[in-house]
Nanobody
Framework: QVQLVESGGGLVQAGGSLRLSCAAS????????MGWFRQAPGKERAFVAT????????LYANSVKGRFTISRDNTENTVYLQMNSLKPEDTAVYYC????????WGKGTLVTVSS
């Protein structure tokens, strides 16, 4: 199957930046898109951003538009999330997702934004 490994999470002050990476390994038959979701304490997992694998079309949650940028590297099978102007409300566990014949999820990486 597919394994997703996230990296780049950590502690950052409000207004700071952080860059998340997610590398996919294993058998991917036809990657449709990859993306990022997040889950804040006491809340359900929420959509953050996705990028299609063939055309690099992007979609963002309204809460992160203008601050976050998703990108991909097809040769490395990797997706990135550049997070700028971070806010305390961005604090969450961020999960990487890959859509193939089914959806695959990473274990998550914690992003903590201090005020």
């Amino acid at each position: 199957q597919v394994q997703l490994v996230e990296s780049g999470g950590g502690l950052v002050q409000a207004g700071g930046s952080l860059r998340l990476s997610c590398a996919a390994s294993g058998r991917t038959f036809s990657t449709v898109l990859m993306g990022w979701f997040r889950q804040a304490p006491g809340k359900e997992r929420a959509f953050v951003a996705t990028i299609t694998w063939s055309g690099a079309a992007t979609l963002y949650a309204n809460s992160v538009k203008g601050r976050f940028t998703i990108s991909r590297d097809n040769t490395e099978n990797t997706v990135y999330l550049q997070m700028n102007s971070l806010k305390p409300e961005d604090t969450a566990v961020y999960y990487c997702m890959l859509r193939d014949r089914m959806d695959y999820w990473g274990k998550g990486t914690l992003v903590t934004v201090s005020s």
